[in-house]
């Protein structure tokens, strides 16, 4: 009988090999300038929450622990242990951030933005949400 070479669950494996391939997306966001969410920036630049993947740390209305990607495509994916991932999208313009899940559209501020820490209140229709995001743990790889 052959032993299973795997010991971690497929999925398991799976979903972190996605998350670590969505962190090692883009390292722009942290060239300088890359952070920069400042009016008079170039199109070009990104913001710095941008093609990393963010952990739910604290909230009003989100799961603590669930994570949340931005991706350069204009992509949200959000997912946590327990469920397959749900993807949204997201548009920044203007200094102006919206997140659209299930075709709703939600007006979010940014209230704070650092390497350690993104702080978001997003402006639902039932009332406001706030999410303090920070960098998602990444588990070790198996030896």
Not at 47 to 68: A, D, H, I, Q
Not at 110 to 126: Q, V, W
Request: with cysteine; charged share 15%.
């Amino acid at each position: 009988m052959k032993r299973n070479a795997f010991p971690i669950p497929w999925r398991q494996l799976a979903g972190m090999a996605v998350l670590l391939l969505v962190a090692a997306c883009s390292n722009e966001a942290d060239k300088p300038g890359g952070g920069s969410l400042s009016g008079g920036s170039p199109a070009s630049v990104k913001p710095g929450f941008v093609n990393k993947v963010w952990e739910v740390s604290v909230s009003t209305g989100v799961t603590p622990g669930m994570l949340y990607t931005f991706l350069s495509d204009g992509t949200l994916v959000m997912t946590s242990p327990n469920s397959k991932p749900a993807f949204g999208a997201w548009t920044y313009k203007n200094g102006k951030l919206t997140m659209i899940e299930d075709s709703q559209q939600y007006p979010t501020d940014i209230l704070n933005l650092t390497h350690d820490e993104l702080r978001l209140k997003s402006n639902n229709p039932g009332g406001s949400v706030e999410i303090l995001l920070v960098p998602a743990r990444v588990a070790p790889l198996p030896p």
